[in-house]
């Protein structure tokens, strides 16, 4: 019996893909490889996970596609990361994000029920908080004003899975991931747009004036923490779970468990990279928020997780992956 992987030719899934391979379990990987960025950068992922996962280029946002895709194959667990990422692309493109992340993800819930798989586990996002002013985000927080479309087919998922759950007694973890960085990550955020930018020399656009905060979290510990949580399937035993609601359906946060300021990110770049930024300041961003902060109490008590990689350590290997990508010599 195999784990689906959906989004496997994404950053996170990628990384998902081959720790799961690496101890052990067989692994199907999907992605309709979209030009969101460039789709290269995708197929070079698939590259350096080749032969260890069986992979289908499939549009799971299509149901027709997506049976047909994995027909025939014995899958028992799904971890479910592809979506249309990004919120500000949310401003432009929004149809791509109700296709993409609400057609596509009823249609993994009914694959998921079709099949009787023993835990889905999924994607959500910090950007569920919104405008939050209280923290640490808590799980138990309110998520009912989103600030941007993204963020509320996010919150729309969770609503959708704790459905399927409650009906259909479906076990299922979601898990707000907070900024995740590392190798293999995505050339429209941050880390690479700021290392690009001031190897070649030039500005770098920061938003809100540079008042801003994040929490910050290596892929590294991001895997760790997909992994813990597929491992434990919540229980079908009507006590109360992270979330809030009774049914076999949990949600967790997955971040670093510190806000750090902007600038302080530049730093460690600026040092990796050996040159200084040139900042071009600008007003905060239709969309954003100007500080995410997780609480990962129940985390660390249900999952037994907790991050391991400081912002110190966790840039510089990006930008040393960036070096050796960038200049095609890098393969992992």
């Not at 309110?142 to 969770?158: F, G, Q, W």
């Not at 990796?272 to 930024?277: D, F, I, N």
């Not at 995410?292 to 391991?308: F, N, Q, S, V």
Request: charged residues 20%; glycine residues 10%.
């Amino acid at each position: 019996m195999a784990v689906l992987v959906t989004g496997a030719a994404g950053f996170i899934g990628a990384h998902v893909a081959a720790a799961l391979h690496a101890r052990g379990d067989e692994v199907i990987g999907l992605d309709n490889l979209n030009d969101y960025y460039p789709p290269q950068l995708k197929r070079d992922r698939l590259a350096a996970l080749a032969p260890d996962i069986r992979f289908v280029e499939a549009d799971f946002a299509d149901e027709a596609t997506l049976a047909a895709a994995v027909a025939g194959m014995d899958i028992d667990r799904i971890v479910h990361l592809g979506a249309q990422a990004g919120v500000r692309y949310s401003l432009e493109n929004p149809r791509a994000y109700a296709r993409a992340n609400l057609l596509g993800h009823l249609n993994v819930l009914e694959l998921a029920r079709e099949r009787g798989v023993r835990h889905l586990a999924y994607a959500s996002s910090s950007s569920v908080y919104g405008g939050n002013e209280s923290l640490p985000f808590r799980v138990e927080d309110r998520v009912d004003h989103p600030v941007s479309l993204y963020a509320a087919t996010k919150k729309a998922d969770e609503l959708m899975s704790e459905s399927y759950a409650h009906l259909f007694r479906l076990p299922q973890t979601g898990l707000r991931f907070f900024t995740v960085y590392g190798p293999w990550g995505r050339p429209d955020m941050a880390p690479w747009l700021f290392t690009a930018a001031i190897i070649a020399g030039r500005p770098i656009k920061v938003f809100n004036q540079g008042r801003m905060q994040r929490d910050f979290t290596y892929i590294d510990d991001i895997v760790a923490g997909v992994l813990a949580a597929l491992d434990r399937p919540p229980a079908d035993d009507g006590a109360t779970k992270p979330g809030g609601g009774t049914a076999p359906h949990a949600i967790y946060n997955l971040g670093n468990n510190r806000a750090e300021p902007l600038d302080r990110f530049i730093a460690v770049i600026e040092q990796a990279c050996g040159r200084s930024a040139i900042r071009d300041l600008q007003p905060m961003q239709p969309g954003d928020v100007p500080a995410t902060y997780a609480d990962i109490g129940e985390t660390t008590r249900d999952l037994g997780w907790k991050p391991a990689t400081p912002l110190a350590e966790g840039l510089p290997r990006f930008v040393e992956w960036y070096g050796r990508y960038t200049s095609g010599v890098a393969t992992a």
